[in-house]
Nanobody
Framework: QVQLVESGGGLVQAGGSLRLSCADS????????MGWFRQSPGKEREFVAA????????RYADSVKGRFTISRDRAKNTLYLQMNILKPEDTAVYYC?????????????????WGRGTQVTVSS
């Protein structure tokens, strides 16, 4: 069973940066695509960024393109999301997830395992 644990969330002013991490403690995601999603109160969970099993083919939501960077360290079994130039609309709970396959996936239905999330709050 995959166990994903997110960290790195917090409160930051608009224009600031945060780096989220997602540790796969069971080391079972190394051959799978992984991704980040987020959910704000009253809204559906939305795609943020995804990456393939070997760190290639990154994809981003239009709303974060040019500001966020997804990466992974397979040796450390850790997924990252570097978030720069944060905006109040980026405020949400951020979840990491492991895809069912090896490639980059943007649909939540393509993901089999989810972390519990980490809160990111951006003040104006």
């Amino acid at each position: 069973q995959v166990q994903l644990v997110e960290s790195g969330g917090g409160l930051v002013q608009a224009g600031g940066s945060l780096r989220l991490s997602c540790a796969d403690s069971r080391r079972t995601s190394s051959n799978n695509g992984m991704g980040w999603f987020r959910q704000s109160p009253g809204k559906e969970r939305e795609f943020v960024a995804a990456i393939s099993w070997n760190g290639g083919s990154p994809r981003y939501a239009d709303s974060v393109k040019g500001r966020f960077t997804i990466s992974r360290d397979r040796a450390k079994n850790t997924l990252y999301l570097q978030m720069n130039i944060l905006k109040p609309e980026d405020t949400a709970v951020y979840y990491c997830a492991t895809a069912r396959g090896a490639s980059t996936a943007v649909s939540a239905t393509s993901y089999a395992y989810w972390g519990r999330g980490t809160q990111v709050t951006v003040s104006s």
